[in-house]
């Protein structure tokens, strides 16, 4: 059995201990392929990461379809590579690499939730939240640095907590590389040496957490597939582009049951929607989760214009009285 990965420097802070032992309860007995105070790599089996694979890749493949109907797209993995540039101008993709799932492409958006929500039932988490997030960030970033992109208040290239950005300090944070190079376009994770409660909060820009991302232990990691990154909210994290190649990602927060002093499971701050483990874990089988939004409506909408969001519904093919 290989050995763990673990850091040997103590926490200097009050409560950094009890966040660890949280995080350790919450993996529980889930494989661990690397253990730090804030940050537990939880290893995925062989199949459970080929499915997630290809439903990273059926997703990708029919948004590039669905928004590029004139072209032919071939589904493997070489789809990242020569597919680049349709992907990078795919109109369902955000400034931040978030690819929607919109009225042409939520249907194959739903094997993802299937197949996450199986491998976290799987690993025994599940019951350790009490309300997960819907949907999930399947983020596809480019490893070239971009100096505009880059300095935004909230880009993900500024060592950073979500808890800067609106999320609860309950909320545990899931990264999980998919498809493409995570090498390429890293993700580091940092224990800070203190995290003073005056910045606990959001903050309107990244850099004002200065004082805590100034002074942060690295976790020695490496971002690679097939493994779940699981962190405390009051850990740290950092996109980092090394070189042009594409790396698509998941990720998503989960809000622990146990509550520790000074916590609550409030998420009104959150621009994220939060559900309670049964009501996610029935997404993708029996809740579809959907939307009547056209691919580009996202950018469409910034842009000031009114977009028509048109009604779904779902047609029960073994109800033979209807
Ligand atoms: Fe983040």
Redesign the pocket.
């Known amino acids: 059995m290989p050995q763990l990965d673990r850091t040997v420097t103590a926490p200097t802070w009050t409560d950094c201990h009890a966040r660890g032992e949280r995080l350790a309860r919450i993996v529980g007995e889930a494989k661990l392929a690397a253990s730090f105070p804030l940050l537990q790599v939880v290893r995925m089996s062989d199949a459970q990461f080929a499915r997630l694979e290809a439903a990273a890749l059926a997703y990708l493949w029919h948004s590039l379809s669905a928004a590029f109907p004139e072209r032919s797209f071939g589904l493997d993995r070489r789809l990242l590579v020569e597919y680049r540039d349709a992907l990078l101008d795919l109109p369902n993709r955000t400034p931040n690499g978030v690819i929607l799932p919109r009225r042409e492409t939520f249907l194959s958006f739903n094997m993802i939730h299937q197949v996450l929500a199986n491998v976290i039932q799987g690993a025994g988490m599940l019951s350790a939240f009490s309300h997960l997030q819907i949907p999930c960030n399947v983020r596809l970033v480019e490893g070239t640095p971009d100096r505009d992109t880059d300095s935004r208040s909230y880009s ?1 290239t500024k060592i ?1 907590t ?1 808890v800067w ?1 609106g999320e609860p300090i309950s909320s545990i944070l899931f990264n999980i590389p998919v498809l493409g190079d995570p090498a390429a376009v890293d993700l580091r994770f940092y224990e800070p040496r203190n995290f003073p409660s005056e910045l606990r909060v959001a903050l309107s820009d990244y850099k004002l957490g200065e004082p805590v991302a100034s002074s942060v232990e690295e976790y020695p990691v490496a971002f690679q597939m097939k493994h779940l990154y699981i962190s405390d909210a009051l850990s740290l ?1 950092q996109t980092v582009k090394r070189r042009p190649a594409l790396r698509l990602s998941l990720d998503f927060r989960a809000i622990a049951r146990e509550m520790l002093p000074g916590e609550s499971a409030d998420c009104s701050g959150s621009r994220a929607t939060y559900i309670t483990p049964d009501a996610w874990s029935a997404c993708g089988l029996t809740t579809i989760l959907g939307s009547g939004e056209p691919p580009d409506g996202f950018h469409r909408r910034r842009a000031g214009e009114a977009v028509i969001r048109e009604a779904l519904s779902i047609r029960d093919v073994d109800d033979l009285s209807a």
């Open positions: 993900s950073h979500d950005n994290h």
